[in-house]
Structure formats: C-alpha cells, structure tokens
C-alpha cells in the first residue's frame, strides 16, 4: 500500500516544523518542495524530505508531484506564504490541477494584491485606514501629503511587515520611497500609502467561516512594526469581541474567502476597530491558540488539506502569552543562553532560539529580526505575565558592533 504523503511547498521558521510534526502524527509523510530548502534548518535536522524546485513555477511543482505521485498517494497539498503571499494562490492551482481540497487561487490572488484587497473591502463598507496606490516617488509625496502624516508605506505586495514603515514627516517619506525604490526613484512600482491607524493591536484566527481566537499584540519602537509580545485571548468586552469577531467575517465575505485559515489584523481606534489587512493564510505562530483553546489549528488544517472532517471543539480556557527576543543592534552574536533555565521555568511551554552563536545579526525592520521567542500558559492573565517575565528575564545574550572604518 503507498504512503500517504502531505505536499508542503516552501516552510515557515515556526510553523513548518510544527506542519511536519502534525502530519507525521496523522499517519503522513511530509515532503517539501522549496527553491531553497537549506534555508529551513528543521528539514535536515529531522531529515525530512526535500526537494529543489523553483516554487514561482507552476509547471514545475506539477510534473514535481507528478513524479511523487507513482511513488506515494498525495493525499493533500498546503504550503506557507514566507516573503511571496503568491505562494498561497499556488497552493489553490495545484489543488485545483490534482483535484484535490484547496483554497480558491482567484480568491487569494486579490487578497494578496494589498491594493485589490482594499478596494473589494471598501465597496462592502468595511471600516479601513485611509489609502492611495502610489507608482512612483511623486506620487507617494503627493499622497502622503493628501492622506496627512504620519502616514504608512508598504510595498502592494508582500507578508511578514517587509518594507512595511511608519513615515512621521517628509523626509523619511522620501528616504523610505526611495528604499522601496531600490534607490532609483524614477523607477515605477506599486506602493500603498496609508493613514496610520492609531490604537491597539489585534489579530483575529479564523478557521472556514468561524472565528477560533483573538488575540492582543505590541510593536518594538517605530518606525517599524515588528511584533515584540501577544497575549491570546485579548483582554476584551464580550461588545468588543462581538465587533471584532463580526467585522473580521464581513472581511470574508467581501474577499470570497473561507476555506481553510485567515488571519485578520486590525487596530481599535476612536472610530471602533478597523481593518489594517486580511492574510488568506495562517498567522506566523498559531502555538497560542492551541495553549488557550486546546485547538490544534495546525491539525485541523491538515484534515481540511487532507479531505477529513475536522473539529474545532474547544477543550479548555487558558491564556498563553509570548515574547519575541528582539536584539538592540547589529553586530555578531558572540553568545547567547540562559534558555535551557527559562525553559524549566513551570509554565513555560517553548523556549526557541532562531540565532546561533557567531553569526551576524542584521535587523531588518520586520519578522526577521526575531532571534527567538519565549511562550508561557496558565489559568489567568497576571499569572502568565508573570512567568513570562521571569523567563525572559533568564535569557541573555552578548553582540558585539561590526567594526567600522577608522574616522566613521
């Protein structure tokens, strides 16, 4: 009898290993195809299987499953947006081509233009930032000043807060625009400028059409918006949860989605919530929900992939809090520990540390820039802050500068 496999295209620092783990545990073998697989570290350390195929390509990743598919009986194929949210919409072709579960592509193609996105929420009324696609450097400068600093601009295309920047006066809107650029401003690409919406953060996780949790989270310093701490659920009223909740499934139906996992971000300002972007996927860490809910969203999304019935059924009422390790300048990381103690800590449930000792650290301004990440549960929301803190408070580490030229 052929083994049943589960096709992963690309893989994800935090969630591909918790992908290969969930389907090893429902009886499936994992296979990545990657253009790169040496960059997910999990793949060798657990010496899963990997093949080189230049994921952008759609006819390459079908004659690729093809040929694994006299070898083994694909029994599902899901995959992880990383830098390229076109990976998603993939996702959906090749499901469509081996007739097998999957996304609609069209549906995640418009999502993933940001621009698209917001125009298709915008004729359903759904409350967002003011915005402007911008195709040059003039034009941002004529936006930002229309819309009002501080404004925000990002690339019309992308994940993970890449390029993604708080602009507060003029001249930082001409040295990010000439950033996006790639320093050449007389090229021509699609840029969003937007109003930054002020208030806090939150995440909704939705699974089909039902929103599973919602969760609070914090920023390191501006300009950048790199996530530095979460807590799921958020501390909300049953009225504001009632609105997030109802606002994030207006999004669905205005973008056609709802199969499999969405990811909403909003922020709470004075006019209510509103939708900063909705991510046709699942969000970078879904650990959270499983330590507050008892959901295993990961598993449940194999058995969707798979064609399996699922259970979204929640097991129990905790609330889980994590924190990333975010360095304070670049350098070379001459040594990092103290894990293994804040790891023993009683109730903290993950301990992980993306930088090894002697590599360079070079901050980027989005998710890259973690080294690692603390995660902790308990029964109530003081407690969990404070065995958070106590093992955050273990950890150490030591970067030395890159050196620079004698009189810079």
């Known amino acids: 009898m ?87 919409a993939t996702v959906g072709k090749l499901c469509q081509h081996f007739d097998l579960p999957g996304p609609d592509p069209i549906s995640i193609e418009r999502c993933c233009d940001k621009y698209t996105q917001r125009q298709l929420l915008a004729k359903a009324d759904v409350p967002m930032p003011a915005y402007r696609l ?22 019309a295309i992308g994940s993970g807060s890449i390029g993604v920047r708080l602009c507060r006066n003029v001249e930082e809107v001409a040295e990010h625009t000439n950033h996006l650029l790639g320093g050449d401003p007389t090229q021509s690409s699609p840029i969003l400028v937007e109003e930054f919406a002020q208030g806090p953060y939150y995440g909704a996780d939705i699974m089909g059409n039902e929103v599973i949790g919602i969760a609070a989270s914090d920023f390191g310093p501006p300009p950048h918006f790199v996530f530095y701490r979460g807590i799921c659920p958020a501390p909300l009223s049953d009225d504001e949860h009632r609105r997030i909740a109802d606002l994030s499934l207006r999004c669905l139906r205005a973008l056609d989605l709802g199969w499999g996992p969405t990811n909403i971000e909003l922020r709470w300002t004075r006019r209510g919530p509103v939708v900063i972007e909705v991510n046709p996927r ?114 150490h580490w030591s970067i030395t500068p890159f050196p620079t030229p004698a009189g810079d």
């Not at 990381?333 to 293994?340: A, K, Q, V």
């Not at 998710?367 to 065995?387: F, H, L, N, Q």
Request: charged share 25%; aromatic share 6%.
């Open 134 to 155: 911008a195709a040059n450097a003039t034009e941002v400068q004529s936006f930002a000043a229309e819309i009002g600093l501080p404004v925000v601009l990002k690339p």
């Open 282 to 395: 699942m969000a970078g860490g879904t650990l959270s929900v499983q330590l507050a809910y008892g959901i295993d969203l990961i598993s449940e999304h194999i058995k969707l992939v798979i064609g399996d019935e699922w259970n979204l059924r929640r097991r129990h009422s905790n609330v889980a809090a994590w924190r990333a390790l975010l360095p304070d300048r670049d350098g070379i990381l001459d040594w990092i520990d103290g894990d293994g103690r804040a790891g023993a800590i009683p109730g903290v449930t993950e301990v992980k540390l993306y930088a090894k000792p002697k590599t360079s650290i070079i901050r980027k301004g989005d998710y890259r820039d973690s080294i690692g990440y603390v995660m902790a549960v308990s029964p109530s929301r003081g407690e969990t802050e404070a065995i958070l803190q106590r093992a955050v408070d273990l950890i």
């Open 2 to 88: 052929e083994q049943r496999a589960l096709i992963l295209i690309e893989g994800h620092r935090a969630n591909g290993p918790l992908y290969v783990r969930a389907a090893q545990r429902l009886g499936l073998c994992p296979i990545t195809l990657s253009a790169d697989p040496t960059q997910y570290d999990y793949l060798a350390a657990e010496k899963l299987e990997a093949i080189q195929v230049d994921s952008g390509n759609l006819d390459a990743l079908i004659r690729e499953c093809s040929r694994l598919n006299v070898r083994y009986d694909i029994a599902g194929i899901t995959g992880f947006a990383g830098n390229d949210e076109s990976v998603s």
